[in-house]
């Protein structure tokens, strides 16, 4: 009897923290579907998105979702010398952002092997923020990195100024690579005299 008594006073606390564990474990993806769903709704509202049906919505939906998860998970891995954010094309899939707005192609024959430089000039700025020169003009709707010390390169985006840093984006410069962070600087423009 005593035995029994014994094997209770330990199985009925072992059994009301497995319990406990079980409707915590139960609960959390409820809350974190409602936590999206709700991120969702408020991402809607702040963009103006309006779906023509349920089922449109909850497509919709289901990109926002796996596109935040992938957001999360790049932010949260090594540094890239970027972030990524949420922003007004969130409900698009990968393939839907480009055929809408991947519409420049560069012509070939214009790519350069290197960089142009005039001769013979002095007094010439180690950097130059052609924002404040008034030969930028400026950000139109066609992740911000801090003052780190980082050597960037301040891009403007045609996407508007919801994105990155009132629209411009910081990309670091002097990686070891001709292209540049994502190819920057494989087409650059820039203001010329």
């Known amino acids: 009897m005593a035995a029994k008594k014994c094997n209770t006073r330990i199985f009925l606390p072992f059994l009301l923290i497995l ?11 409820l809350d974190e579907q409602e936590y999206m769903l709700k991120r969702h709704e408020e991402w809607m509202a702040q ?4 779906y023509g049906d349920m089922k449109e919505k ?11 998860e992938r957001i999360e998970a790049f932010n949260n891995g090594s540094d890239r010398g970027y972030k990524l954010g949420v922003n007004k094309f969130a409900d698009l899939t990968n393939e839907e952002f480009r055929a809408m707005y991947h519409g420049y192609k560069r012509q070939s024959s214009k790519l350069m092997s290197s960089s142009f430089r005039y001769e013979n000039l002095s007094d010439i700025p180690t950097s130059m923020d052609w924002r404040d020169a008034g030969a930028v003009t400026p950000v139109k709707d066609q992740s911000t990195c801090g003052n780190d010390g980082t050597d960037y390169w301040l891009v403007k985006n045609s996407w508007g100024t919801s994105w990155g840093d009132s629209g411009y984006m910081r990309m670091r410069r002097g990686i ?4 540049g962070l994502c190819g920057v600087a494989m087409d650059a423009s820039y203001p010329t005299a």
């Open 19 to 29: 319990a406990a564990w079980a409707t915590k474990i139960a609960c959390r993806p």
């Open 47 to 50: 963009h103006g998105r309006v």
């Open 58 to 68: 909850e497509k919709r939906y289901l990109i926002f979702k796996e596109n935040i």
């Open 176 to 179: 070891g690579s001709s292209e």
